[in-house]
C-alpha cells in the first residue's frame, strides 16, 4: 500500500513536470509578447524591454520554467524583488504574479475554484441522479417506450452542442419564464452586497447545473445500459436467479455493483476533467469560474494565471485518479493496490 | 409418483433470424433419488430443457409449452414467486463454469448465507454455521478461514464445490447439475464426480445431470435420456443403453468415444453439423447426418416408442430391430465392452 502510494506519487510528479512543460512550451511558440500588451500601444521599445524584464520574459523559456518551479515549491531561493533572489530558505509557494492586473496568482485560482468545483461536483450530482434510474431502467426493458425515450434523449445530449444547449435554457428558463437567473455566480458561504448563501446559490446555479449534466447525463445513461445489460447477461446473475432470488435483490446485490464499478472511473475522470474548467458552461451563463479565467487569460496572453490554472488542474487529475483507484479497490476485491 | 413429470415440453426463442425452437416435445420424469443423464451434442436443447423447467430462460423472447410437474404442481404455469419459492430449496441448479457463475464481489460466505435466508427464516449466524457445514462437506479445506474468501481466490474444481455447497444448502429434493465437469480438468472431474455421487446417498437428493459425456452418464445416472435437435431420441436405463443401443445417433455418440483397448490413430466422429433449429430438416432430424438413412426418414418423423421386449427403453428410429442388434452388438464388441 505504501509502496503503491509512493510509485503514484513518483508518476504524478513526472506527468506534473511533463504538463507544465507544455504548456509553456505552447505559449513561447506562439508570436505574441505580453510585454508589448502590457506597456501598451503606444510604448517605445525602451518601455516595453523595461516591461519585459520586470515581467521576466526577457530570459530564454527554461530560465523562466525554473523560476516557475522555484516559486511553486516551498523550499527554493526567496525572491526579493522581481528577478531578484536572495538566500535559500522555506516560503510560501506562488503561481507567481499576473502579467496584465498584477494580481496574485494564488488568490485567482482560489477565488474562480469554488465556483467551478460548485458547477461541477453539483453537476455530476444531477447527471448521476438521471443516469443511473434511466439507465438501469432501460437496461430491464430494452426496447420499451422509455428505453426509446431514454435513447433519443441520448442522442441529442451527446450530438447537441453544450454552449447551444446552455443557450436555450438560458433563453427558455431564463428570459421567457423568467424562473431561474442567466448568469450571474452567488457565494454559498459568505453573503456578498446582492446575494449568498446556500438558497441564492443553488438558484443561480440551477440552469449551469442542468445545462452541464445534460451532456454528461446522455453519455452515462448510454454507458449504465449497456453496462447493466451486460451484467444482466453474466452467469452469476443467473445463479442468483436460481437460488430463488427476486428480482429486486438480484439488482441490488448481483447486478448494480458489478454494472457500477466502470463508471466510477469515467466519473472520477469526468469530475477531474471538468475542474480545469467547464470553460463552454461558464462562459454561457457568465460564472467566474476557472474555465472563463483561463479563457480570458489565453486571451490577454497572461501566463501565470493560465499556468496556475493547469497546474490545479493538473493536481485536480491526479488526486482524483488516486481516488478512482482507491474507491475501485474497495468495491471490487479482485483488485489489490500493489 | 415421479418426482419430476415433464411432459411435452417445448420452448422456442423469438430471434432476430427467426423463432428457434430449442425444446420441441421432450417429455421424461425422474424418481425420488434418482439420477438421470440427458445426454446429446452442444446446441441439443439440452441445458434450454432444464433452465425452462426452472423458469430461468428470459421471459421477453421466450414461449414455453407443455407441463413440468414438481410434487403435484406445474412448475411452467405456476406464479413466478411461487416458482422462486422453490429455486434454491427444492430444485437447486449447478451450472457449468464455476469461473464465471459465482459473484466476483461478495464473498462466498456471503452468497452461501444469502442462498438459506432467502428460504429459511434463520439467524445470520445460524446462516454461517450452515454454510461452514456444508464448506466442509463438500471438501474445501480450512474452510473457516476460506469462507472469508472471494471468489477469483478458489480454483475452478473448488469453486465448482462451493456452487454444490450453495445448491445442496437447503436439502433440495432435485439438483440439476448442467455439465457440472465441462470446465474442469480430468482429476478435477473425477473428484468432482465422486463427490456428487457421495452427496447424494448423504443428502438423498435426486440428480438431473445434464452432459455431453457418455463417461459422466456411466458413472452416474440410473436412466438416460439422449436428446437430438431439440427432440429425444433415446431414452433407456444406463445399463440398457450401453448394452444395446438402439439409436444410429446414439451409436454415433458411443463411437466416438475414446478407446483404451484398440490403438485408433483418430477418433471415430459423426460427420456433419447438428441441423439448425431455426429450419430443421423433414423426417427424421438425424437424416442428414445418419449412414443407415432410408427414404422414408426423410419423410416421416419416427415416433418415440418401445422396443419390442423392453418397454423401459424408447427409441425414435425406423430401422427394423433386426439391423440394429446387429450393428448395436458389432459395435459394442469393440468399445463398450468393459463400459457396461
Known sequence: MVQYLVRRLLWAFVLFLAVTVVTFVIFYV??????????????????????????????????????????????????????????????????????????????????????????????????????????????????SLLDRAAMVFVLIGISAHPVWIGLILAYVFGYKLGWFPITGYCD????????????????????????????????????????????????????????????????????????????????????????????????????????????????????????????????AIIVFNLIVDLVYAAIDPRIRLN | ???????????????????????????????????????????????????????????????????????????????????????????AMIFQDPMTSLNPVHTIGRQLVEAIQLHRDVTRKQARARALELLKAVGIPRAERRVEDYPHQFSGGMRQRVMIAMALINDPDLLIADEPTTALDVTTQAQILELMNRLQREFGSAIIIITHDLGVVAETADEV????????????????????????????LLGSLPRLDADTERLTQIPGQPPSLLNPPRGCRFNPRCPYVMSVCREKEPELTPISNDPTHLQACHLDEQTKDREAAKLLSGTMAEAS
Open chain 2, 225 to 252: 435420456v439422449v436428446m437430438y435437435a431439440a427432440r429425444v431420441v433415446e431414452k433407456a436405463p444406463v445399463h440398457n443403453l450401453f448394452n444395446r443401443p438402439h439409436m444410429p445417433y446414439t451409436w454415433g
Open chain 1, 188 to 315: 454559498m458561504i459568505n453573503p456578498g452586497t446582492d446575494c449568498g448563501g446556500p438558497v441564492d446559490w443553488a438558484w443561480h446555479l440551477m440552469l449551469p447545473w442542468t445545462a452541464f449534466a445534460i451532456l454528461f447525463a446522455a453519455q452515462y445513461v448510454r454507458m449504465i445500459r449497456a453496462n447493466t445489460m451486460e451484467t444482466l447477461n453474466e452467469d452469476y446473475v443467473r445463479t442468483a436467479r436460481a437460488k430463488g432470488a427476486p428480482e429486486g435483490q438480484v439488482l441490488r446485490s448481483h447486478v448494480l455493483r458489478n454494472s457500477l464499478l466502470v463508471i466510477v472511473t469515467m466519473l472520477g475522470m469526468d469530475i477531474a476533467l471538468a475542474l480545469g474548467g467547464a470553460i463552454f458552461t461558464e462562459s454561457v451563463f457568465g460564472l467566474p469560474g476557472l474555465g472563463k479565467t483561463a479563457l480570458e487569460s489565453i486571451n490577454a496572453f497572461d501566463l501565470p494565471i493560465t499556468m496556475g490554472i493547469v497546474v490545479f488542474a493538473t493536481l
Open chain 1, 30 to 143: 506562439i508570436p505574441a509578447n505580453p510585454a508589448q500588451l502590457v506597456a501598451g500601444k503606444s510604448a517605445t521599445q525602451e518601455d516595453i524591454d523595461r516591461a519585459e524584464k520586470f515581467l521576466g520574459t526577457d530570459k530564454p523559456v527554461y530560465v523562466q520554467y525554473i523560476r516557475f518551479l522555484n516559486r511553486l515549491s516551498p523550499f527554493g531561493r526567496i525572491e526579493t524583488a522581481p528577478g531578484d533572489y536572495g538566500g535559500w530558505g522555506f516560503k510560501e509557494p506562488s503561481l507567481g504574479t499576473s502579467f496584465a492586473t498584477r494580481q496574485e496568482v494564488n488568490d485567482v485560482v482560489f477565488r474562480a475554484a469554488p465556483v467551478t468545483a460548485s458547477l461541477v461536483f453539483g453537476g455530476a450530482i444531477l447527471w448521476m441522479l438521471i443516469s443511473v434510474p434511466i439507465g438501469v431502467f432501460s437496461a430491464l426493458r430494452p426496447r
Open chain 2, 1 to 91: 409418483m415421479p418426482l419430476l413429470q415433464v411432459t411435452e415440453l417445448r420452448t422456442s426463442f423469438r430471434t432476430d433470424d427467426g423463432v428457434v425452437k430449442a425444446v420441441d416435445g421432450v417429455s421424461f420424469s425422474i424418481e425420488k433419488g434418482k439420477t438421470l443423464g440427458i445426454v446429446g451434442e452442444s446446441g441439443c436443447g439440452k441445458s434450454v430443457t432444464m433452465l425452462t423447467v426452472m423458469g430461468l430462460n428470459n421471459r421477453r423472447i421466450t414461449t414455453s409449452s407443455g407441463e413440468a410437474i414438481f410434487k403435484g404442481d406445474d412448475l411452467l404455469s405456476m406464479k413466478p414467486a411461487r416458482l422462486r419459492e422453490i429455486r434454491g430449496d427444492d430444485i
